[in-house]
């Protein structure tokens, strides 16, 4: 038997070819790892390539929004020239910068600026402000997502976030304090109520609290339900 | 198909192995720069957002 296959491989090897189902199935094979490969390059796309673009744009960020707020003309000192940055963080352009936000309990350093508006565009480069909740301070709730996997992973960690922790938001306008009052919580991605002025009360009712709203993906890895965590004003100018 | 390609590269073999490295470092930067942000937009692999 051993030398029958032996006898074909010459034979093979003297017509220097191989017979038409090898090369299909080597054909196969060579896909095979290629899709591997690129399944793998994907990973390292998301774990780690696409935290070097948000790590770029948070400089690219934090210096102009931090310009913009000792800009005189920003600060109201000077009149304002067309174009110029504005003061008041509802005046945000989409995609530009608009708040600091610090969690102490994910650690001494966890700083993040947040962009205007949660497209993926713009959660692409840090923590996106829903543009048509509040702004901070203001009654109602001001609702903030962020990535839990990839570009950065400012919210990996939100789970860690319990009751009593703080969460500050600085604008060119001040700083407020919020703590957490509503730990981890897993939604469907349909749960759109999280981000109302009153979560859990209809869009319509006036709120008498200011709220702060933090979503992200469940689980961790994926993005099949969502996850939030709210806190209410502690410290801060009231609007 | 990898032998074909480098069966059709010029050359002798420390000139076709550089070839090859550059065409893959190209092929991995266009899925980098263009091809996996697409993907990951397209399909909604990595939503946080609710609504």
């Known amino acids: 038997m051993y030398r029958r296959a032996r006898r074909a491989q010459h034979k093979r090897a003297r017509r220097g070819a191989r017979g038409p189902a090898a090369t ?41 929004m931090v310009d913009a707020w000792s800009d005189p003309v920003a600060a109201g000192e000077a009149p304002v020239a067309a174009g110029e940055a504005p003061v008041d963080p509802a005046e ?17 350093d966890w700083e993040w600026v947040v962009v205007q508006g949660v497209e993926l565009s713009d959660l692409a480069r840090g923590p996106g402000h829903y543009e048509d909740t509040s702004d901070p301070g203001e009654l109602g709730n ?25 969460v500050e938001v600085e604008t060119a306008a001040g700083t407020w304090t919020y703590t957490i009052d509503e730990p981890a919580r897993v939604i469907d991605p349909t749960d759109s109520w999280v ?15 200011r709220r702060i709203t933090l979503t992200t993906c469940h689980p961790r890895y994926g993005s099949s339900q969502r996850m939030y965590v709210s806190g209410v004003l502690t410290d801060g100018v009231e609007i | 198909m990898y032998a074909w390609v480098w069966r059709h590269l010029p050359g002798p073999w420390p000139v076709r192995a550089l070839i090859a490295l550059v065409m893959a470092a190209a092929i991995v930067a266009v899925l980098m720069l263009w091809g996996f942000p697409w993907l990951e937009e397209t399909f909604g692999l990595n939503d946080v957002t609710v609504g």
């Open chain 1, 142 to 166: 001001v609702a903030i997502a962020a990535h839990r996997s990839g570009h950065g992973a400012p919210f990996a960690d939100l789970d860690l976030v319990g009751i009593g922790d703080s």
């Open chain 1, 92 to 108: 945000t352009e989409i995609g530009d910068g608009y708040a600091l936000l610090r969690i102490p309990a994910l650690g001494e």
């Open chain 1, 24 to 64: 299909t199935l080597g054909i196969v094979g060579e896909l095979l790892l290629t899709l591997g490969i690129l399944v793998l390059l994907y990973v390292v796309y998301v774990l780690w390539g696409t935290g070097i673009q948000t790590g770029r744009a948070q400089d690219e960020l934090r210096e102009r």
């Open chain 1, 195 to 209: 981000v109302d002025p009153v979560p859990g009360q209809s869009a319509g009712t006036e709120p008498t609290e």
